[in-house]
């Protein structure tokens, strides 16, 4: 799976980061010591970043919040990474308590049925407004394709971008329920290095027929450039998703983990937060329960209904 690199490191680390805020009054977090927080990583979620690089970048973020927050945090305080090459060895930690934080894709969450076990917390946006991402299916405004059911013998992209799984899935289980068997084995769905904004500059030149987009660069795009706006159309607009999400073990103290939505969802509220915010490429971070998740997982579970997988 193709990721956009910075953003997706970033998340992490910055998501992390305002765990380490946490670590108040010698809270004891359940089957650790007060000062460890453990923290696992899926190795296959970090792209092309080493391991190394997004051990020793984590810990930057870390101490950098740390050293500048007014939170009252222990100095002593020891973040400890676990990095995961497969996924059996996550699930087998997270159920025997062994990571207090996580970060995951909403696919695995439900592919590996993990709930119940860890509860979602945050995610990122790129939205200020919205916890939320959706995908538009985008054509020049002379394709004769007017709608999904129309597409025939189409070429359709999926850019390099951190929502690369999902976009796939939905647009996958799009066209199964929308086009005749026949129809859809002649559309071809496509791999590519361009980013989002790349792939909707080569919709407009016409060096690409269809891709897909997520709405908040097209909206930005049409916004910036008004031609953009003229010389293309959505064709297919997906449902209200969510890619990915910051969880807790299911024990985790109430008052740790209180502590670590507040100080994330505050970080658009000071000037260094606003910073960190934009080396995420993130406007926002919000809160997220798992009734959030339920238009992803109708999606994912459609998704394995139809290709078993």
């Keep these: 799976m193709i990721m956009s690199l910075n953003m997706k490191k970033i998340s992490l680390f910055i998501l992390g980061a305002s765990m380490g805020c946490v670590m108040l009054n010698n809270t004891t977090i359940a089957q650790s010591s007060a000062s460890?927080?453990?923290?696992?990583?899926?190795?296959?979620?970090?792209?092309?970043?080493?391991?190394?690089?997004?051990?020793?970048?984590?810990?930057?973020?870390?101490?950098?919040?740390?050293?500048?927050?007014?939170?009252?945090?222990?100095?002593?305080?020891?973040?400890?990474?676990?990095?995961?090459?497969?996924?059996?060895?996550?699930?087998?930690?997270?159920?025997?308590?062994?990571?207090?934080?996580?970060?995951?894709s909403t696919f695995n969450f439900f592919d590996l049925d993990l709930q119940g076990t860890i509860i979602p917390m945050l995610t990122t946006s790129k939205v200020k407004e919205s916890k939320f991402e959706r995908y538009f299916l985008v054509a020049h405004k002379n394709s004769p394709v007017e709608d999904i059911t129309n597409l025939n013998n189409a070429r359709v992209f999926i850019p390099n971008s951190f929502s690369f799984q999902l976009q796939k899935i939905w647009l996958q289980v799009e066209l199964k329920n929308k086009l005749k068997p026949a129809d859809y084995a002649k559309i071809e769905i496509a791999e590519t290095n361009k980013k989002g904004n790349e792939a909707l500059f080569a919709i407009f030149f016409k060096k690409m027929d269809y891709a897909v987009v997520r709405e908040d660069i097209y909206l930005l795009a049409c916004e910036l450039n008004a031609q953009i706006k003229r010389q293309t159309k959505v064709i297919a607009?997906?449902?209200?998703f969510i890619n990915n999400f910051f969880a807790r073990r299911k024990d985790v103290d109430p008052e740790i983990y209180k502590e670590i939505v507040k100080i994330g969802m505050n970080l658009d509220k000071t000037v260094e937060g606003k910073q960190i915010l934009n080396l995420m490429q993130m406007n926002s971070i919000h809160e997220i329960s798992i009734a959030d998740l339920q238009e992803t997982e109708s999606l994912i579970k459609q998704y394995k209904k139809i290709f078993g997988k």
């Design 237 to 240: 607009t997906s449902n209200k």
């Design 36 to 104: 460890v927080l453990r923290f696992g990583f899926y190795t296959k979620d970090l792209g092309k970043s080493s391991i190394k690089e997004t051990d020793e970048s984590f810990k930057r973020w870390v101490e950098t919040i740390k050293s500048n927050t007014k939170v009252n945090v222990l100095s002593s305080a020891i973040m400890k990474n676990n990095f995961y090459d497969s996924k059996e060895s996550l699930v087998e930690d997270i159920k025997k308590n062994k990571l207090d934080f996580m970060n995951i």
